[in-house]
């Protein structure tokens, strides 16, 4: 049996090998791709497998990565996220060649192999996820908005059952990537390796100084000495509110622990509301880079 067979689900029993072919595909389709941004797509693949989780409401169950409503209109048409079309699209020819991954699947998969190819530590990664229909979209203003504060971060995250060491983890993310004025007006990026995994984000915020950018977008800090790294004002509440900002201190030290919490809490966060069979065992896919 080979990943490449055609096959629709139902009789195609695909095994870790299988995965990790599908793993071997994006790496390769990263690694050729390098012409967009700051040279990868993978921090929009890891928001994509972000978005496609972090709409889970544990009170209901609803929204999570199991379903990939983000492919219809109303979902992926609200505004948190724009420009994720781009990494749909770029993942588009993997799915074409593996009929048998559910797009829920291959979106996490794609998180997955986006962090390990960009230096990050292992995720373990379970299947099982199936898609839905555009029923089982979510309402928009699930995700977090950027403008706000301490109070509105704990109630986003809390909703999907994290806590505060948890959305601090989380946050690291941002050591990839940018903003894009055009996606969701704001502008440029968090460090100065936005394409590598690392505890730069926690160090940048502790230790630069930050100071409102001046401009006619909306309110964004920009870093005092070179002014070309930013913050948002949601990132600036890691460091304003006490229980958040000491975890901020403890990863801003130690990338070990920032890697072990990271892929614990980013496990968490992909697996959010999915029924897995009792038999799932996580697996351990190899990056190409090593
Ligand atoms: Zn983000 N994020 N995010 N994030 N994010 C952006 C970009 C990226 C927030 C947010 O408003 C924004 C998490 C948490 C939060 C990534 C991963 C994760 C952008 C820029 C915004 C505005 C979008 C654009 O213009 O393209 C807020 C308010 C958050 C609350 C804490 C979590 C959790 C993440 C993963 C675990 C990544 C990788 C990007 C970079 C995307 C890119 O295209 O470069």
């Known amino acids: 049996l080979s990943g490449s067979s055609g096959e629709t689900s139902g009789f195609f029993q695909p095994k870790q090998d299988d995965y990790q072919k599908v ?3 994006i790496a390769a389709r990263l690694e050729e791709k390098d012409d967009y941004d700051d040279g990868s797509y993978g921090p929009v693949l890891v928001r994509l497998a972000w978005h496609a989780s972090g709409t889970y409401d544990k009170e209901t169950g ?3 990565s199991n379903g990939a409503t983000m492919r219809f209109a109303p979902e992926g048409d609200h505004g948190a996220n724009a420009g994720l079309a781009a990494a749909r699209d770029f993942l ?3 799915k074409q060649a593996n009929p048998w991954i559910s797009y829920s699947d291959l979106w996490i998969l794609a998180g997955v192999v986006a962090i390990q190819e960009m230096l990050g530590p292992q995720i373990p990664y379970r299947p099982g996820r199936k898609d839905k229909d555009i029923a089982a979209c979510t309402p928009d203003g699930r995700l977090p908005d950027a403008t706000q504060g301490n109070k509105h971060l704990r109630d986003i995250f809390y909703r999907m059952g994290f806590n505060d060491q948890e959305i601090v ?3 690291g993310a941002h050591a990839l990537g940018r903003c894009h004025t ?5 502008t440029g990026p968090w460090t100065f390796s936005p394409t590598v995994v690392t505890n730069e984000y926690y160090k940048l915020l502790l230790n630069e100084k930050w100071q409102w950018k001046n401009w006619k977008g909306p309110k964004q800090l920009e870093d005092k000495t070179t002014k070309t790294l930013m913050m948002l004002p949601t990132d600036m509440a890691l460091v304003s509110d006490k229980s958040f900002k000491q975890w901020v201190e403890k990863y801003a030290k130690d990338n070990d622990l920032f890697f072990k ?6 496990t968490k966060l992909f697996e959010l509301g999915v029924p897995f069979a009792e038999n799932a065992t996580p697996m351990t ?3 190409t880079t090593a």
Do not use: C, H, M, W
């Open 92 to 94: 588009e020819p993997v």
């Open 23 to 25: 793993y071997n595909q």
């Open 169 to 171: 983890a989380l946050s």
């Open 261 to 266: 919490d990271f892929s614990a809490v980013i």
């Open 285 to 287: 896919l190899k990056p």
């Open 62 to 64: 609803t929204g999570g």
């Open 182 to 186: 055009d996606r969701s007006g704001f």
